[in-house]
Nanobody, 123 residues
Framework: QVRLVESGGESVQAGGSLRLSCEVSGDIGSPNCVAWFRQSTVKEREGLARISSDDYIRYADSVKGRFVVFRAAEENRIHLQISRLTPEDTGIYYC?????????????????WGQGTQVTVSS
């Protein structure tokens, strides 16, 4: 059974940085894709970054240059490093996984989801 657990969310000041982690357990299958999403009170759940099992990476245009997704294989974790945080980054951050190639931002494409971790950015 695939299980995803996010961590690292906290309350921070604008301009700061955060590293979120998604611990993956169970066998997603191969190839696979792990993606980070964000849901806020003013936006629907949106895709931010995704990484395939062969390390193909894609970012949403809105986060390019500030978000970095990377794998810590020895820890079975996918990290999301966020820099230059703004209040607009506030929301619940989810990681999601799918057994397929990384080609979609559609939430319905991902059958496995974590419970989310809250990020709050104050100005």
């Amino acid at each position: 059974q695939v299980r995803l657990v996010e961590s690292g969310g906290e309350s921070v000041q604008a301009g700061g940085s955060l590293r979120l982690s998604c611990e993956v357990s169970g066998d997603i299958g191969s190839p696979n894709c792990v993606a980070w999403f964000r849901q806020s009170t003013v936006k629907e759940r949106e895709g931010l970054a995704r990484i395939s099992s062969d390390d193909y990476i894609r970012y949403a245009d809105s986060v390019k240059g500030r978000f970095v997704v990377f794998r810590a294989a020895e820890e079975n974790r996918i990290h999301l490093q966020i820099s230059r945080l703004t209040p607009e980054d506030t929301g619940i951050y989810y990681c999601a996984a799918a057994r397929d190639r990384c080609w979609s931002w559609e939430t319905r494409y991902y059958p496995h989801w974590g419970q989310g971790t809250q990020v709050t950015v104050s100005s």
